[in-house]
């Protein structure tokens, strides 16, 4: 008789839940997969939520915020893709003066990978560039003086900076000889004088890693990076000229030589940025919604008022179920309620195929140091249901209850 009260009374709070969220999920009238964490088993500390056929049939601690890790890049994409559009496309700017001197202006483009400063440094020869002799990085659109909340100082590619202006994800690939000799380890990057100075201390053999390592002088290794590799491209078009390369504003006199979109509109960026998880492509992404909504520079705190506004305005989602610092999922200061989720993965569904796929599930994980999270979809003759599952606890078993939910979802 007390268990059912206790189910009655926990309907009866899901209803008004719904009641005052316009754009809520209808409940499971009969509540017959309403597991607890005793029952389940696998959760010190939790939650999660299945739906079917627009119900949720399970759920724990529906609003209770977690810490979600990657999975936040749901978010970040929906949001990007609702302000930004699908066909929306980075640009970079190219200015040259009376003595020949390039200025690349950067509006955070986080596909200015090598094979596309390739393709722009033929289209500089074609519109009639002659000479190229200092190279001038203007960053000045992104002012967000510090790497995103939960990076590190490492040199592992996932902690690398954010910037208007930086190239292959601000992260270099060489191989070491055992001779001390460094080369790029990439056919379609050239073997840069920088990729030297961070092979120094570094054992022989293949490295990825992260250029910006060192918050205090990353902005200058980011320009450098970057101006170097601009210069080898300019270089192989036979392009000549030699200079120095250094950051400085573009100034406002300065015609428009060349203005590059990129070959990726955002629609074919998001499924590397799932697939790899890449952070910095994320935040790249987060900052572009802030700058778009509220205007260039763009800075962490518009990024998290546009996405915060985005989230309550387009969604329907409260500040009390989610809270997005930083667009990657680094931060531990990242919050969201398995019912935040779900909405978001409702919303995200026509997009679902960006997510990778695994037993007949599109599924996005998230993990950092006591946290491992899941979030996609199961399938149920073709038709695609949400759920979600976030762990911040010790013990990883977000494997095994997975199985568990998604037993729950066959079964129902």
Known sequence: MIKRLQLLSLLLFLLFVTAIHPQSLAIAKDIQGLYSPEEMGFIENGGYAVKKDGRIIAAHNLHKKFVPASIVKIATSLTALRVLGPEYRFETHFYMDANQNLYIKGFGDPFLISEEVSVIARELKKLGCQRINDIYIDDTVFNIGTSADGAGLSDNPYDAQNNALAVNFN??????????????????????????????????????????????????????????????????????????????????????????????????????????????????????????????????????????????????????????????????????????????????????????????????????????????????????????????????????????????????
């Open 171 to 412: 992260t270099v690939n060489f191989k070491k000889e055992q001779t001390g000799g460094v080369n790029s380890a990439e056919v379609q990057t050239p073997t840069l004088p920088l990729m030297a100075e961070l092979a120094e201390h570094l054992e022989p053999g293949l490295h990825r890693i992260n250029i910006s390592q060192d918050e205090t002088a990353g902005h200058e290794i980011i320009s450098r990076y970057t101006g170097e590799l601009f210069r080898a491209f300019q270089h192989s078009e036979n392009i000549p000229g030699e200079g120095i390369i250094a950051n400085r504003k573009t100034p406002g006199n300065l015609p428009l030589f060349y203005k590059h979109q990129s070959s990726k509109a955002l629609e074919d960026i998001i499924a590397p940025l799932m697939l790899y998880s890449n952070n910095f492509i994320a935040n790249q992404l987060y900052l572009a919604v802030g700058a778009k909504v509220y205007g260039y520079p763009a800075t962490w705190e518009k990024s998290r008022g546009a996405v915060a506004d985005i989230l309550l305005n387009e969604f329907g989602i409260f500040a009390s179920e989610i809270r997005i610092v930083e667009g990657s999922g680094l931060s531990r200061k990242n919050l969201v309620s398995p019912y935040a989720m779900i909405l978001l993965l409702d919303f995200f569904k026509p997009h679902s195929g960006f997510l990778p796929q695994e037993d007949g599930m599109f599924l996005k994980s998230g993990t950092l140091k006591g946290v491992y999270s899941f979030g996609g979809y199961f399938s149920d003759n073709n038709d695609l249901d949400s759920f979600v599952l976030m762990l911040n606890q010790d013990k990883n078993t977000r494997r095994i209850l997975l199985h568990e939910l998604e037993q729950i979802y066959n079964k129902y």
